[in-house]
T-cell receptor, first 114, second 108 residues
Framework: EAGVVQSPRYKIIEKKQPVAFWCNPI?????LYWYRQNLGQGPELLIR????????DSQLPKDRFSAERLKGVDSTLKIQPAELGDSAVYLC????????????FGPGTRLTVT | RKEVEQDPGPFNVPEGATVAFNCTYS??????FFWYRQDCRKEPKLLMS???SGNEDGRFTAQLNRASQYISLLIRDSKLSDSATYLC?????????FGSGTRLSIRP
């Protein structure tokens, strides 16, 4: 069974540029999560989707970050414009949903903003 | 104070040793608990869920102490391949909170 797929794996951009990350969850997983992880820290939840609905985006910096999950499958996370402090690993995870919240993570996108 | 706290380590132990570490949580309404392991520059991977009665998976034992608000992970007969960062995860309502992780290094 294929795992969570993310692309790109690495991205280097200059500050003020836009960037987008893509995630394809495990087939049949209704819940999708985007996390940001800084060095030496645990992942920090940015947004959680149940199917197409964003049910928790309280930690998403909405002035520059946006996300969408069209048709309840793939998801895209965008930053515009990027700032130096956005350099981090962006992880996508999925879970079956409802009471099954065991999460499976993709390999992440390592973003460097210069 | 963080809602979920872990000793960052590193714990440096010889191969074959038993090692244990805890994760404390501050909100008594916390509902579900998990341990993940994360290898260097890799994604977190689910190690085990933590059940109220405690649970064991091979060399790994997880326990929950609701009264003192912590979960623990015990690794017996540690292997070199156990070297990683161990993240605890606590859920509360719709919130999912990761600890910062405990780094474990097993030496030959």
């Amino acid at each position: 069974e294929a795992g969570v797929v993310q692309s790109p794996r690495y991205k280097i951009i200059e500050k003020k540029q836009p960037v987008a990350f893509w995630c394809n969850p495990i087939s049949g997983h209704n819940t999708l999560y985007w996390y940001r992880q800084n060095l030496g820290q645990g992942p920090e939840l940015l947004i959680r989707y149940e199917n197409e609905e964003a049910v928790d985006d309280s930690q998403l910096p909405k002035d520059r970050f946006s996300a969408e999950r069209l048709k309840g499958v793939d998801s895209t996370l965008k930053i515009q414009p990027a700032e130096l402090g956005d350099s981090a690993v962006y992880l996508c995870a999925s879970s079956l949903g409802r009471d099954r919240i065991e999460q499976y993570f993709g390999p992440g996108t390592r973003l460097t903003v210069t | 104070r963080k809602e979920v706290e872990q000793d960052p380590g590193p714990f440096n132990v010889p191969e074959g040793a038993t090692v244990a570490f805890n994760c404390t949580y501050s909100n008594s309404a916390s509902q579900s608990f998990f341990w993940y392991r994360q290898d260097c520059r890799k994604e977190p991977k689910l190690l085990m869920s933590v059940y109220s009665s405690g649970n064991e998976d091979g060399r790994f034992t997880a326990q929950l102490n609701r009264a003192s608000q912590y979960i623990s992970l015990l690794i017996r007969d540690s292997k070199l391949s156990d070297s990683a960062t161990y993240l605890c995860v606590v859920t509360r309502a719709s919130k999912i909170i990761f600890g910062s992780g405990t780094r474990l290094s097993i030496r030959p």
